[in-house]
């Protein structure tokens, strides 16, 4: 019933003045509830400077929780200039979530062209998304091996870097993760890519293990290994007390 609800809402958007987009956010706004149902939300996102512009409706279902991931929820892709609906994109997730509060626009292929994604999966210390990208042939929105594989990190932070074309994501924060005294950026689990073709390709790799004697602390490594002639291989191993110092 509520699905059904959730496709009558989306019909009754309205299509009959020239622009449906006038008003709209284009991204989410800072603190919004995931974890609170809602209405449909409708946000505007121009996919370049010269490029169409697009109304991106998400809604939830609201189902309880999963022990695999299900259909919990739909996105619309409209036309601003006239509201025809072009895609109906289907939201997996094994948890009720509100997908809406976490719809962000970014170019995470660095083909000059805003893609979206929206939070699937939550814990207290990591998350993960999913991701589409705009297909310039088409007009639509795509997945492909990059979203997927962007969709299979579990990570606390990600970032996308233009400039380099890379991608950085920092693991899971919690007491017993990275190194004690240092940010997790420093002394954390990260992780760097370089996107190829459509494609994550794993270039550096930084691990944390804390050292335990007798329960006792003793020190905390971090791990460098860095991709060389398409080998990962370690390249450095560093040493850090609980102030987080580096130690011999």
Same mark, same amino acid.
């Given at each position: 019933m509520r699905?059904?609800?959730l496709i009558l809402a989306f019909c009754g958007m309205p299509t009959l003045w020239a622009d449906v987009c006038d008003g709209l956010p284009t991204d989410?706004?800072?603190?919004?509830?995931?974890?609170r149902s809602s209405k449909p939300q409708s946000f505007k996102l121009p996919v370049n400077s010269g490029g169409p512009a697009?109304?991106?409706?998400?809604?939830?279902?609201?189902?309880?929780?999963?022990?695999?991931?299900? =259909?919990?929820? &739909? *996105?619309?892709?409209?036309?601003?200039? %006239?509201?025809?609906r072009l895609q109906l994109l289907p939201i997996l997730s094994d948890?009720?979530?509100?997908?809406?509060?976490?719809? =962000?626009?970014? &170019? *995470?292929?660095?083909?000059?062209?805003? %893609?979206?994604?929206?939070?699937?999966?939550?814990?207290?210390?990591?998350?993960?998304?999913?991701?589409?990208?705009y297909d310039p042939v088409s007009s639509l929105f795509v997945e492909n091996e990059l979203t997927r594989g962007l969709g299979r990190l579990a990570v606390s932070n990600i970032h996308f870097d233009p400039k380099k074309h890379e991608v950085s994501t920092t693991g899971?924060?919690?007491?017993?993760?990275?190194?004690?005294?240092?940010?997790?950026?420093?002394?954390?689990?990260?992780d760097r890519y370089r996107v190829e073709n459509n494609r994550l390709i794993l270039i550096q790799k930084q691990e944390s293990a804390q050292i335990y004697q007798d329960r006792a602390f003793q020190f905390c490594t971090v791990t460098v290994s860095e991709l060389v002639r398409g080998t990962m291989r370690v390249t450095e191993v560093r040493r850090f007390n609980a102030h987080?110092?580096?130690v011999k």
């Open positions: 699905q059904r609800l989410s706004p800072k603190g919004a509830d995931l974890f697009f109304r991106i409706t998400v809604g939830a279902f609201f189902n309880e929780l999963a022990d695999r991931p299900i =259909h919990e929820g &739909d *996105i619309e892709v409209a036309r601003c200039r %006239d509201g025809k948890q009720p979530l509100n997908f809406g509060a976490s719809f =962000h626009a970014e &170019d *995470i292929n660095f083909d000059g062209y805003f %893609d979206f994604s929206v939070q699937t999966e939550f814990a207290a210390g990591w998350g993960s998304r999913s991701y589409w990208v899971e924060v919690c007491a017993a993760c990275g190194c004690p005294g240092m940010t997790p950026d420093q002394g954390g689990n990260v987080g110092k580096r």
